[in-house]
């Protein structure tokens, strides 16, 4: 399962999930749907979003099971 | 979302398809029809197309980017602005052939087996039809209505 720290780090930028929607070119929904786990991007709106957030895309994004395999 | 017309579109393809099996049901029933009960059709289909370009127009005031036209073949309940709605979309659109896959073979065996009349079947057609609208909708506002 793809695990995510979208509205952390957007929270860190201070962005409304509206600006973080615009940046990346998507709407509003899309980025609440993220930051819930319900919808997985794809690899070009997890790009667009890490450039957005101004970070590496495997801070933002990540499998569960990596994340299991570190602890 | 809660003003978009696209989620609540099924729901006005649905009162046509009602008022479509009253319509059948009362043609089928000839004897029954008289020129007070066509006239209270006829008002019903005129308030319904009055009450849907209303509120079609509404809409694409609101939404100029996502206009409602129902002059189009494209479904205007189908979502494409960016790829969370056409993954919503694919998903209610897939319950939909689902369903289908296995309605249609089951009406037509039902047809022959039970040898149904022509307004039975066009009744069940138009049935089936609203079935599929139903379960479009609320496969849609599973997603949209839990954004609101």
């Known amino acids: ?32 749907f993220i ?21 590496d895309i495997n801070e933002l994004f990540w499998l569960e099971e990596e994340d299991n395999n570190e602890k | 979302m809660k003003n978009d017309m696209r989620i609540t579109y099924p729901l006005w393809q649905m009162g046509a398809i009602l008022l479509m099996i009253l319509f059948t049901l009362l043609y089928g029933l000839s004897s029954y029809i008289t020129n007070s009960i066509l006239g209270i059709i006829f008002l019903l289909i005129i308030v319904y197309l009055v009450l849907l370009f209303w509120n079609i127009a509404k809409h694409n005031k609101r939404m100029p980017n996502q206009k409602i036209t129902i002059f189009s073949w494209k479904p205007q309940e189908y979502m ?28 037509a065996g039902l047809s022959l087996g039970l040898s149904l009349g ?11 039809s609203f079935g599929q609208y139903l379960i479009y909708y609320r496969e849609i506002r599973k997603y949209m209505g839990a954004d609101e």
């Open chain 1, 1 to 32: 399962m793809l695990k995510n720290r979208l509205k952390e780090l957007r929270a860190r930028h201070d962005f409304t999930q509206i600006e973080l929607a615009k940046h990346a070119g998507v709407t509003r929904q899309t980025i609440g």
């Open chain 1, 35 to 55: 930051e819930k786990g319900e919808f997985s991007p794809s690899i070009t709106l997890a790009l667009k979003l890490a450039h957005a957030l101004n970070c």
């Open chain 2, 80 to 107: 494409d602005d960016d790829e969370l709605f056409q993954e919503i979309t694919k998903r209610a659109t897939k319950k939909v052939y689902s369903y289908f896959v296995w309605s249609i073979p089951l009406l």
């Open chain 2, 118 to 128: 022509t307004i039975a079947v066009i009744v069940a057609l138009l049935l089936l």
